[in-house]
C-alpha cells in the first residue's frame, strides 16, 4: 500500500518501473539537525502536485533553464566547467530525502558549508517546515510515479538564524547506470527579492481596488456619519490596526467624532498634547514605530505599541486628525503608512463635501423658515392694504363730495391762496382714491388667476381706450396717435375686465409723463403667425438708466425734479405686469432719459378653431 506510516514516519512512495511495482521508502531517520529558534507559522507552498509544473525560463544559456536535464549535458560540453560554476544551487537526494551531492550556490543560499549539508545524513527537511517538506515529499512522488520533472516549483526555507526565504526549485529523477532511480536532483534559485516585489505589487493592487472602492461609496453619500463608517472600514482593511478613530475640530475643540468597532461616541481629547497634538501642530503626519521611546505618547490603551497620526486637511484647511493605534508594532510598515496618508486625503475631502453639505441643508432650512415668516407678513400687510382700501373709499367718496359743493359754495368768496389750499385737498383726496382703486384692482387681478377668458378683438378694447384718453391729452395739449392693424382682428383671450386695464394704465401713464406738444403713439400689430404687440410710445422725460430696474416693483415712483408734482401710487406699472403675466404674455420696455420711452407686451393669439371650441 502507498500511504503515510503512522508509527514508523515513514512515507512511502510508489512508482511503477520496468512493468513492475515496486516500494520506495523515504524515512525520517531520527538524523534531522535541530532548528534554532522557533520557526514561523507554516505557509502553504505555490504548488500542488502537476497543476503547479511552470514553464523554464526562457534564455539563450542552457543554464538558465530549471531543467537540470538541460544543464547536465551543457556542463560536460564545456571543459573545467563544474556545478560549482553555476549561478544557481544544485542538489541531489537519495529516495530518503538525504542529500548526497550540493554546490557552493546552494550552500550560499543556505547559507550552510558543504560539509553541514552532506554530513550525518542531512535531509532537505532541515530547512523548512512541516509543512513545506510534506508538500516537497509530494512533489518526489509524482516525480517518481510519472518519470516526469516538475520545474519552478516555490517554497520556503528557513535559515539557521531564524530569516527566511523563498525558493524555487526543479525535481527530475536521478537515476543509476542501470536506469533504475536512485534520487532526484534539480536546480534550486532564491527567488526572496522577486517575491517581496510579487508581494509588494499583490498589496498595492489590494490598496487600489479598496481606494477606488471607498472613491465610490464616499462620492455616493453626503452624509458626514456615513463617510466616517466607510472611512474607518477601509482604514482598519488596510492597516491592520488594533483602533482608529477620525476626530474633527468644531469650535477650536478637537472631539473624537466616530471610533472604529464601537458604538458612536463623542468627547473631547487634548488639542495640543501628544503624538495626535503634535500631527496638528506641525500639519505633518506621525508614524511612531514604537511609543515606550516617545516622549510625547499619551497611553489611552495599555497593549498600544505603535501610532500613527495624520492630520486631515483639505484647501489649507485643518479639519481634525486620522489616527490607527496597533498592539503588534511589525503591523505598522512604511508601506501602511504612505496608505495611510493617501487614504486619508480622500477622507478629509469626503469629511468637508459631507459638512459643507449639512451647512448648506441647515441654511436653506433657515431660509424656507424665513420666507414662511416673509410669506406671512407679506399676506398680512396685503389683507390690511386691501381692508383699509375698501373701508375708505367710502368716506373718501363724502370727502371728495364736500369739497365739491364746498368749492362750489365759497368760490365767489374765496381768494387766490385759499382756493389753492382747496385744490390741493380735492387732489390728495383723488390721489388716496386711486391708490385704493389700484389696490382693490390688484386683488381682483389675483383672484382672477384661474377664471375663464373670453376671446376679444384687441383692435376694438384699445380703440375703446383711446377714445377714453382722448380728452385728458387734449387738455394737456399731448398728441395722441394710433396706429391699430384692424384687419384680419387680432383675437386674444382675456379676461375683459382687467386687460383693458392694463391698456388703459400705460395709455394714461405715457400722456401724464409726456409734455405739452409732445406725441404719444398707440400701436398694434401682428408679431409673427401667433403673437401680437401692443405697445405705447411717448416723446416724454424718460427713465434714468439706474432705476429701470425697480420700475416693476410695488409702490416704486421714480423722485426726481420732473415727478415731483405728478401723481402717481407706483402701483400701476406693477399691475400691468401681473396682468400680462396671467395672460402667458410677455412684458416688455425701453427708455431713454430726456427722449421718452416705449412700454409694451406681447400676447398670444388665440386661433378660429380654439374660438370656436369654446
Not at 19 to 41: C, F, H, W, Y
Request: with cysteine; charged share 25%.
Amino acid at each position: 500500500m502507498c500511504g503515510i506510516v503512522n508509527q514508523t514516519a515513514e512515507l512511502t512512495v510508489c512508482g511503477v518501473h520496468n512493468d513492475a511495482k515496486r516500494e520506495i521508502v523515504l524515512m525520517n531517520t531520527g538524523k534531522q539537525r535541530s532548528r534554532r529558534g522557533t520557526l514561523p507559522p507554516a505557509s502553504t507552498l505555490d504548488t500542488q502536485e502537476s497543476k503547479h509544473i511552470h514553464a523554464p525560463i526562457d534564455s539563450e544559456s542552457p543554464t538558465a533553464s530549471m531543467r537540470v536535464e538541460d544543464v547536465m549535458p551543457y556542463l560536460e560540453t564545456v571543459p573545467g566547467l563544474s556545478l560549482d560554476n553555476l549561478e544557481d544551487g544544485y542538489y541531489e537526494v537519495n529516495l530518503r530525502g538525504e542529500f548526497t551531492q550540493v554546490n557552493d550556490a546552494l550552500c550560499r543560499i543556505l547559507s550552510m558549508t558543504k560539509a553541514d549539508m552532506l554530513g550525518d545524513g542531512s535531509s532537505f527537511r532541515a530547512f523548512t517546515d512541516d509543512e513545506n517538506a510534506d508538500k516537497t515529499e509530494r512533489a518526489f512522488n509524482h516525480v517518481y510515479k510519472t518519470g516526469q520533472p516538475l520545474r519552478a516549483l516555490e517554497g520556503k526555507a528557513f535559515l539557521a538564524d531564524g530569516s527566511q526565504i523563498y525558493l524555487e526549485l526543479s525535481v527530475s529523477l536521478l537515476n543509476n547506470e542501470h536506469g533504475d532511480p536512485v534520487g532526484f536532483h534539480g536546480i534550486v534559485r532564491d527567488v526572496t527579492d522577486r517575491k517581496a516585489v510579487e508581494e509588494a505589487l499583490a498589496q498595492r493592487m489590494v490598496f487600489l481596488s479598496v481606494l477606488q472602492q471607498v472613491d465610490l461609496e464616499l462620492n455616493q453619500t453626503l452624509e458626514l456619519e456615513k463617510v466616517l463608517v466607510v472611512a474607518l472600514n477601509a482604514v482598519m482593511l488596510l492597516s491592520y490596526a488594533s483602533n482608529s478613530f477620525i476626530a474633527l475640530i468644531d469650535g477650536g475643540v478637537l472631539r473624537i467624532a466616530r471610533q472604529a468597532n464601537l458604538p458612536h461616541t463623542t468627547f473631547e481629547l487634548p488639542l495640543e498634547h501628544g503624538i495626535i497634538g503634535r500631527a496638528l501642530r506641525t500639519e505633518r503626519a506621525q508614524f511612531v514605530r514604537d511609543v515606550a521611546l516617545d516622549p510625547d505618547y499619551i497611553s489611552d490603551t495599555a497593549d498600544t505599541q505603535a501610532e500613527i497620526a495624520i492630520p486631515l486637511h483639505t484647501h489649507n484647511k485643518l479639519l481634525g486628525v486620522l489616527n490607527l493605534e496597533t498592539n503588534d508594532m511589525t503591523r505598522f510598515t512604511d508601506e501602511v503608512f504612505e496608505y495611510m496618508q493617501l487614504l486619508s486625503a480622500r477622507i478629509a475631502s469626503a469629511i468637508e463635501n459631507a459638512r459643507l453639505y449639512e451647512q448648506s441643508q441647515a441654511h436653506l432650512s433657515e431660509l424656507r423658515d424665513l420666507y414662511t415668516q416673509l410669506s406671512g407678513l407679506e399676506q398680512l400687510k396685503t389683507d390690511m392694504i386691501r381692508i383699509a382700501s375698501h373701508d375708505l373709499r367710502t368716506p373718501l367718496g363724502i370727502i371728495v363730495g364736500y369739497l365739491d359743493i364746498l368749492a362750489f359754495d365759497l368760490d365767489p368768496i374765496l381768494n387766490g391762496e385759499q382756493r389753492q389750499y382747496m385744490d390741493a385737498m380735492r387732489r390728495s383726496a383723488e390721489r388716496i382714491q386711486r391708490m385704493s382703486t389700484e389696490i382693490l384692482s390688484l386683488e381682483r387681478v389675483n383672484a382672477l388667476r384661474n377664471q375663464p377668458r373670453q376671446p376679444l378683438p384687441m383692435a376694438d378694447l384699445v380703440s375703446k381706450v383711446i377714445i377714453d384718453h382722448r380728452d385728458s391729452a387734449r387738455q394737456k395739449g399731448v398728441n395722441l396717435i394710433s396706429d391699430l392693424a384692424m384687419n384680419p382682428p387680432l383675437m386674444v383671450l382675456a379676461d375683459l375686465t382687467s386687460l383693458p386695464e392694463a391698456v388703459d394704465n400705460l395709455i394714461g401713464n405715457a400722456i401724464k409723463y409726456t409734455a405739452e406738444d409732445g406725441f404719444v403713439t398707440v400701436r398694434l400689430q401682428p408679431e409673427g403667425a401667433d403673437y401680437l404687440r401692443f405697445e405705447v410710445v411717448d416723446t416724454g422725460i424718460g427713465i434714468r438708466d439706474e432705476h429701470q430696474t425697480r420700475l416693476f416693483e410695488p409702490f416704486y415712483r421714480v423722485k426726481s425734479d420732473e415727478t415731483i408734482k405728478i401723481d402717481g401710487t407706483g402701483l400701476g406699472l406693477y399691475l400691468v405686469k401681473r396682468i400680462i403675466d396671467q395672460h402667458n404674455g410677455e412684458m416688455y420696455f425701453h427708455s431713454i432719459h430726456g427722449e421718452g420711452s416705449t412700454f409694451g407686451f406681447l400676447l398670444p393669439l388665440v386661433s378660429e378653431e380654439v374660438i370656436a371650441s369654446l
